[in-house]
């Protein structure tokens, strides 16, 4: 007779028990590097708002000198990746963003340089299109249908290079816009926690999420803070995006994501830290200077033979400093010092720009109507958050979104920078840029407002940020994505012949939705016939109106209306300046 009884059933549960979970992946970051990474190839480095830094830096060390000739994607190439670039190891460059990206939005002088000396190419996609074209490759499909980049010269270029098409839609009127799909040979993955089987653990929000790790075509490496063991994977199950099949390596790597953050709010057992500011001022002012950046190079990654040598100089007590700073309420320690920065600082145009565009879109938020506002980086992010803190203040809440995968946050006192961890740490949800930028600005059902930055806005209401003729801009981001699906869009620009032009040198974001144009001088608002009038002036002391309003269209490069009536807003009062400063005390956008 077999025997069916409970002590059976237990030995065999409690082998099945004991036995491995899987192949155990875990290597040091240099085996793993070195296993997985040939000259040539297409190198992935994302996944979440964690970045691989470490690995980054790891592969940069094994083929520095050596011209490799490798792709480098990510979501945003920043300040960062610029020693790849400058050390000649990067071929071409698949993004969204190519650009200084902390504390401000900036062309990056070594990209520039790359891009003129056609050493490196660029190739431009928006921050949605990037993510649904490792999406298709994920998913084993030929092409995957978007919302984005109809319209805009990223699509002439994009179609021009076979990877992107409009085709008759088959289940309806009209065209549908798909994109090619995208597969790395490598992605690199930094990641909070995973097994040794590479079970890996990833905090929200998830920017462009993990889908260019099913996309690989040959290997996935994963750095994380920490490997724990498979009891701990279980309890944490729900924040598990890459199962362990999917993994070729999996890495202890401590501070593998500085001098970018980490999530970790959701695992208490692994602290995550947020960026390093004082590291990414110090990697910018060396990009500026290519061979400040050859000696920066030189210093923190080939001289630093390892990832433990890298922390090593960084020193233990920078590190305690860095992880100190996650706390919500920390803004209130340092405060002091800032008010003191910031009650010296002289108002200046900036500072008006902002408060003009927070008056305007407060206005706009009170009609009603407006699900949510999803704001780009600089002048536009500072007045979303302050119209919003005020409407919020009125009990009138629209919801701030960032194209990471925030949602209903409620921006942190004196840290301007869009992604501070702070900001990240709170709100109502966090998902990842497909929720955002596809679902809750682009989809059917909403009525997301976006504000937006610009290089150049045209006649046509188009937005240019990705090049000037001799000059490769930041990029598109989430810029496309917006202006595609909000029902509105707000632009806050600089007021010149040189922003305000006929015809955009390049449209990166089609002017579909932009209603309102702010500049530190005026509103010029779209009326019915597609035309912009200039609407409102802002107050300059005791200069007339009249002297007001022609310089505002001598300084625009087309014929500008002017509106019958045109309103004269007060200059800003002192709550709105300090309310401002209390956003940005050291005026890194105000200033």
């Known amino acids: ?9 237990k030995a065999n549960w409690s082998k099945a028990c004991a036995a491995p979970a899987g192949i155990d992946k875990s290597k040091p970051l240099k085996a793993a590097v070195a296993a997985a990474v040939r000259p040539g190839d297409t190198l992935y480095f994302g996944g979440s708002m964690a970045r691989p830094n470490a690995a980054m830096f790891e592969v940069a060390r094994q083929y520095w000198g050596k011209a490799p000739g490798f792709t480098l994607a990510a979501p945003a190439v920043a300040n960062q990746h610029a020693p790849l670039i400058r050390g000649g190891l990067v071929r071409k460059v698949v993004s969204s963003i190519h650009a200084l990206t902390f504390p401000t939005p900036a062309p990056h002088p070594v990209y520039v340089e790359a891009a003129r000396d056609d050493t490196v190419t660029f190739e431009n996609w928006s921050l949605l299109t990037l993510k649904q074209r ?3 490759a994920a998913l084993g499909l030929p092409f995957m249908p978007t919302g984005s980049l109809a319209g ?3 699509a002439r270029e994009r179609e021009a290079a076979g990877q992107f098409a409009s085709l008759d839609n088959p289940f309806g009127d009209g065209k549908a816009s798909v994109v090619a799909p995208f597969a790395p040979d490598v992605t690199f993955i930094h990641a909070l926690a995973a097994d040794r089987f590479g079970n890996t653990i990833i905090c929200p929000p998830l920017y462009d999420g993990v889908w260019a790790a099913f996309a690989a075509k040959r290997s996935v490496v994963v750095s994380v803070e920490r490997i724990v ?9 729900h924040l598990v995006q890459i ?3 999917m993994v070729s390596a999996v890495c202890e790597v401590p501070l593998g994501g500085h001098p970018n953050s980490l999530p970790g709010d959701p695992v208490p057992e692994v602290p995550g830290y947020p960026d390093d500011y004082a590291f990414l001022e110090a990697l910018r002012a060396a990009g500026k200077d290519g061979e400040a950046l050859d000696r920066w190079s030189r210093e923190w990654i080939v001289e630093c033979d390892s990832h433990e040598a890298y922390l090593a100089k ?8 860095l992880r100190g700073r996650r706390a919500e309420d920390g803004w209130q320690f340092e405060w002091p010092q800032l008010s003191e920065v910031a009650s010296a600082r002289a108002s200046g145009e900036n500072e008006r720009h902002a408060i003009l565009a927070m008056r305007i879109l407060q206005r706009r938020l009170k009609s009603g109507g407006l699900s949510c506002i999803l704001a780009g980086l600089g002048i536009s992010s500072l007045a979303a958050w302050m119209a919003s803190m005020r409407e919020r203040q009125e009990g009138h809440n629209v919801p ?3 194209e990471a995968g925030m949602y209903g946050y409620l921006p942190s006192p004196a840290d301007p920078f869009l992604f501070n961890y702070r900001n990240m740490a709170g709100g109502l949800m966090q998902s990842d840029a497909l929720t955002t930028l596809g679902v809750l600005t682009g989809g059917p059902r909403n009525q997301a407002v976006g504000v937006l930055g610009a290089a150049q806005v045209d006649r046509a209401g188009n937005l240019n940020t990705t090049k000037l003729p001799n000059l490769l801009l930041t990029g598109s981001g989430g810029a496309n994505d917006i202006g595609s699906g909000a029902s509105e869009v707000l632009v806050t620009i600089a007021h010149s012949v040189h922003r305000l032009v006929e015809k955009a040198d390049f449209v990166t974001t089609p002017g579909r939705a932009v209603k309102t144009i702010v500049t530190p001088l005026a509103v010029l608002e779209r009326r019915a016939d597609g035309e912009y009038a200039l609407t409102h002036v ?4 005791d200069t007339p109106k009249d002297e007001l309003i022609a310089r505002a269209v001598a300084k625009t490069g087309w014929p500008l209306a002017v509106a019958a009536k045109v309103a004269v807003e007060p200059e800003p009062t002192e709550d709105e300046i300090v309310f401002a400063r209390q956003m940005d005390p050291k005026g890194l956008f105000l200033g």
């Open 314 to 321: 960084l020193g233990m007590d920078r590190i305690h400093a």
């Open 243 to 245: 199962p362990g099949h």
């Open 134 to 136: 490792l999406m298709a």
């Open 1 to 9: 007779m077999i025997d069916m009884g409970i002590e059976a059933l």
């Open 538 to 541: 802002l107050a300059r002391g």
């Open 229 to 237: 063991d498979s009891a701990f994977i279980s309890r944490y199950s």
């Open 400 to 402: 701030l979104m960032v």
């Open 152 to 154: 805009s010269d990223m």
